[in-house]
């Protein structure tokens, strides 16, 4: 990726100078549908839930963004 066109190069190189990058996120969600569904046919709720949660982030690029030999990498998907 050409750090010099990419628009979030600064963002990028703050992070990778830190000692410990990380990130977190707490949302209020109703998934009252998705208990019913578990319920109503025996499905794992989990199991569900990890794959509805993985589809939507695999939908945001920078989500699916690594470091790659300490150069930024978007990958296709990440499981």
């Not at 996120?25 to 989990?46: A, I, N, Y």
Request: hydrophobic share 40%; net charge neutral.
């Amino acid at each position: 990726m050409d750090l010099s066109a990419w628009n979030r190069a600064d963002l990028f190189r703050e992070f990778t100078g830190m000692t410990t990058s990380i990130y977190a996120m707490t949302v209020r969600m109703d998934v009252t549908p998705l208990v019913q569904h578990c319920k109503k046919t025996g499905e794992s709720f989990f199991i569900n839930y990890l794959y509805l949660a993985l589809r939507e982030l695999n939908a945001i690029p920078e989500f699916r963004m690594r470091v790659h030999h300490g150069e930024p990498y978007l990958y296709d998907r990440v499981n």
